[in-house]
């Protein structure tokens, strides 16, 4: 995750926002909102899915919730 959206609204980082893949690792595609937010995108999630280079961020909203969740569960400086 870049940047700090601990407390940010699940709908700022996705109303009116687009994402953008960054990278593929580890079994998971990376994509990255307009606000700087990254998260992962399962592979074994995608089955015959198609996953476009740019999309809205709403339609990718469960990873993107999953995600932060996930993050904001972690206490403050345990990643690094």
Same mark, same amino acid.
Not at 18 to 35: A, G, I, M, N, P
């Given at each position: 995750?870049? &940047?700090?959206?601990? &407390?940010?609204? =699940? *709908? $700022? /980082?996705? @109303?009116?926002?687009?994402?953008? !893949?960054?990278?593929?690792?580890?079994? #998971? /595609?990376?994509? #990255?909102?307009?606000? &700087?937010?990254? !998260?992962?995108?399962? /592979?074994?999630?995608?089955?015959?899915?198609?996953? =476009?280079?740019?999309?809205?961020? %709403? /339609? =990718?909203?469960?990873? %993107?919730?999953?995600? @932060? +969740? $996930?993050? +904001?569960?972690?206490? *403050? &400086?345990?990643?690094?």
């Amino acid at each position: 995750m870049v &940047g700090n959206f601990r &407390g940010t609204p =699940l *709908i $700022e /980082l996705v @109303k009116n926002q687009q994402v953008h !893949f960054s990278f593929y690792r580890d079994q #998971e /595609l990376w994509y #990255e909102t307009d606000k &700087g937010f990254v !998260f992962p995108v399962p /592979l074994k999630d995608v089955g015959t899915a198609t996953f =476009l280079r740019d999309d809205k961020a %709403i /339609l =990718l909203m469960r990873y %993107i919730r999953k995600y @932060k +969740e $996930e993050m +904001e569960a972690e206490p *403050i &400086g345990a990643a690094a």
